[in-house]
Nanobody, 128 residues
Framework: QVQLAESGGGSVQAGGSLRLSCAAI?????????LGWFRQAPGKEREGVAM????????YYADSVKGRFTIFQDNAKNTVDLEMRDLKADDTAMYYC????????????????????WGQGILVTVSS
């Protein structure tokens, strides 16, 4: 198992940047087959933002964040980070990190069903 904890959230004006970090409180990030970041805005479903396969380093992004967000895996720090630039009001949401893809799940990477372990979430607020 792995326990995850997010940090780095907060409030920022539109056009600004934030870097979220997800630390493994127990267990090792590098031993998970994949890592991801999701978000959930009020009244909306949780959606995938970015994902990385730890083996090959392949990354995937939601269309809405491509070119603005970057997911990083830092094995030395045992973290998976999300660098967010040019933030927009629509990026306002609770952000969750996730680890370990469910191998039996055959759906899209951006579905919450893809991941087994979750952090508690951290709020990001972007004001316009």
């Amino acid at each position: 198992q792995v326990q995850l904890a997010e940090s780095g959230g907060g409030s920022v004006q539109a056009g600004g940047s934030l870097r979220l970090s997800c630390a493994a409180i127990s267990g090792y990030i590098s031993r998970r087959n994949c890592l991801g970041w999701f978000r959930q805005a009020p009244g909306k479903e949780r959606e995938g933002v970015a994902m990385i396969y730890t083996g090959g380093g392949n990354t995937y992004y939601a269309d809405s964040v491509k070119g603005r967000f970057t997911i990083f895996q830092d094995n030395a720090k045992n973290t998976v980070d999300l660098e967010m630039r040019d933030l927009k009001a629509d990026d306002t949401a609770m952000y969750y990190c996730a680890a370990e893809c469910v191998l039996s799940y055959g759906g899209p990477w951006s579905s919450p069903k893809q991941f087994e372990y979750w952090g508690q979430g951290i709020l990001v607020t972007v004001s316009s």
